[in-house]
């Protein structure tokens, strides 16, 4: 099983970011999936997550209205649309999978983790 999440970079405050996981070595049909950020100092935090259909989709308060996640089972992909980005977004953001499919489960009952993009947003 392999979560391979890239898109990460340095950008600027307002710009907009797309991240990318691809999820290989299981049916990505049948799982949530989520993005997870780890600043450093801080706990690792969900960012979003969606539901195995797509049906249902849960955003932290913090990037509600800035980001949006969706997926592409054809293409065993799920995306991170980050945009007017601030500098406290700057964090390690990890795609992680769920097979309860549901993406509301626990941070620490999700299945497989990715290694991880760095996101650096400069004031």
């Known amino acids: 099983v392999q979560l391979q999440a890239y898109g990460g970079g340095l950008v600027q405050a307002g710009d907009s970011l797309r991240l990318s996981c691809i999820l290989s070595?299981?049916?990505?049909?049948?799982?949530?999936m989520g993005w997870f950020r780890q600043a450093p100092g801080l706990e690792r935090e969900r960012v979003a997550s969606?539901?195995?259909?797509?049906?249902?989709?849960y955003y932290a308060d913090s990037v509600k209205g800035r980001f949006t996640i969706s997926r592409d089972n054809a293409k065993n992909t799920v995306y991170l649309q980050m945009n007017s980005l601030k500098p406290e977004d700057t964090a390690v953001y990890y795609c992680?999978?769920?097979?309860?499919?549901?993406?509301?489960?626990?941070?620490?009952?999700?299945?497989?983790w990715g290694q991880g993009t760095l996101v650096t947003v400069s004031s």
């Open positions: 992680a999978a769920d097979s309860t499919g549901s993406g509301i489960v626990a941070l620490r009952l999700w299945d497989y």
């Open positions: 070595g299981l049916t990505f049909g049948s799982y949530a």
């Open positions: 969606i539901s195995w259909s797509g049906g249902k989709t």
